[in-house]
């Protein structure tokens, strides 16, 4: 059974930075690429960054480039997003995700 666990999300005032983490069970880490979703109040889900199984190739969209940066270890069959220069529209639930398969999330709230 494939598990996904976020943690990490927090409240933090804009400007600051979070560390995202997402660990993974249930099948073989190092073969998938990964996905960050995420999913504001009263809005759908938004894919926000994804990354291939070497971790070598990465994708993010518009809104959180050269903020965000998606990594991954393959030893500890982790997943990972930092997130620096946080804004308030970044607000949401932070999901990792596995095709169409997501974690509980995490909530990060940017707020003064």
């Known amino acids: 059974e494939v598990q996904l666990v976020e943690s990490g999300g927090g409240l933090v005032q804009p400007g600051g930075s979070l560390r995202l983490s997402c660990t993974a069970s249930g099948f073989i880490f190092s073969n998938y690429a990964m996905n960050w979703v995420r999913q504001a109040p009263g809005k759908g889900l938004e894919w926000v960054s994804d990354?291939?199984?070497?971790?070598?190739?990465?994708n993010y969209r518009d809104s959180v480039k050269g903020r965000f940066t998606i990594s991954r270890d393959n030893a500890k069959n982790t997943l990972y997003l930092l997130m620096n220069n946080l804004k308030p529209e970044d607000t949401a639930v932070y999901y990792c995700?596995?095709?169409?398969?997501r974690g509980q999330g995490t909530q990060v709230t940017v707020s003064s």
């Open positions: 990354i291939n199984p070497g971790g070598d190739t990465t």
């Open positions: 995700a596995l095709s169409t398969t």
